[in-house]
């Protein structure tokens, strides 16, 4: 093999993800793929990759890596304090691994996942055209794991042009989610209660969902013992269990639930759910699916 990344410790949880499996829930199988995909797919940019090519996600930091060869390197997401064999390294920033360097992530400040994309990509074999680990389902790679060797791929298009990307770090404190009505608000005595509530990100939340702890949404007294038909499932769909607590859909969710759909976060608003730690407080604001009409509260 050529150029390759040793893997020394994953971490907590380190996958390999892509843009994922986009066009097959009609067959039963989801998406998976980067949970953070603007996170994602600025570590592409920043390296010059093709859209779409695999990178490392890092879950709360614990990482570190050998490179053999000299390899392009870009750590985006959450801000894991970082060093190159001791020296600190910087965040949204390419940089050059020397053959036997050694790359460490520890424990974000904020934010929960970080992508560490190589220029050319990792050379990962594909299912259904993507080579993101789903873990509802099990295609894809299994969980990174110590001693892995992964060779760096081709996948670029032109020379990286920029030094540094200026982005904000995922908040620490109360993040606000944007939420469009859902199928089934009907089902519930009072849904303007998600708006109102201050949710408390659970530590049962995986990259299936968001698992929100608060107090209970009731249903309807009319919708109380009505069991719904499964319906299919999208990301950012949030479902409320007979527990009433709400689970916000992430990229590994299933692809139907039997329970009601209370609303949908937008699509870029996920991908600031799925940089919530455990015990972070969350708010949702509903907003309207006719722009120049008001939604009540």
């Not at 319906?231 to 329970?259: K, W």
Request: hydrophobic share 40%; aromatic share 6%.
């Amino acid at each position: 093999m050529t150029r390759h990344i040793e893997i020394i410790e994953p971490g907590p949880l380190t996958l390999v993800e892509d843009l994922g499996r986009v066009g097959h829930l009609a067959v039963g199988v989801g998406r998976a793929g980067a949970a953070d995909v603007g996170s994602y797919r600025l570590g592409g940019r920043l390296v010059g990759n093709v859209d779409g090519a695999a990178a490392l996600e890092v879950t709360f930091g614990g990482l570190r890596l050998r490179a053999h060869g000299e390899v392009v390197v870009c750590l985006t997401g959450a801000p894991s304090p970082a060093d190159v064999d001791g020296r600190v390294q910087a965040h949204a920033t390419p940089f050059t691994l020397r053959d036997g360097q050694v790359l460490s992530l520890r424990m974000p400040l904020s934010g929960l996942r970080t992508y560490v994309t190589f220029r050319g990509g990792l050379a990962v074999p594909t299912v259904l055209g993507s080579a993101s680990t789903d873990t509802m389902s099990g295609l894809g790679p299994e969980p990174v794991r110590a001693g892995q060797v992964f060779g760096i791929g081709q996948r670029t298009e032109g020379l990286p042009h920029v030094d540094h990307a200026a982005v904000a770090p995922p908040p620490s404190g109360t993040v606000e989610l944007a939420v469009l009505p859902g199928p089934r608000r009907d089902w519930f005595a009072e849904p303007e209660r998600l708006a109102q509530a201050e949710w408390i990100v659970s530590g049962r939340s995986d990259r299936k969902g968001l698992r929100l702890d608060g107090e209970p949404i009731e249903r309807h007294t009319e919708w109380r013992d009505i069991e719904l038909p499964s319906e299919g499932m999208v990301r950012g769909a949030i479902q409320v269990p007979p527990s009433g607590l709400p689970v916000l859909f992430l990229n590994d969710h299933p692809v139907t639930g039997g329970y009601p759909v209370i609303g949908v976060v937008r699509s870029a608003h996920v991908d600031r759910a799925a940089q919530l730690q455990p015990g972070q407080p969350v708010r949702f604001r509903w907003e309207s699916l006719h722009p120049h009409r008001a939604f009540p509260s």
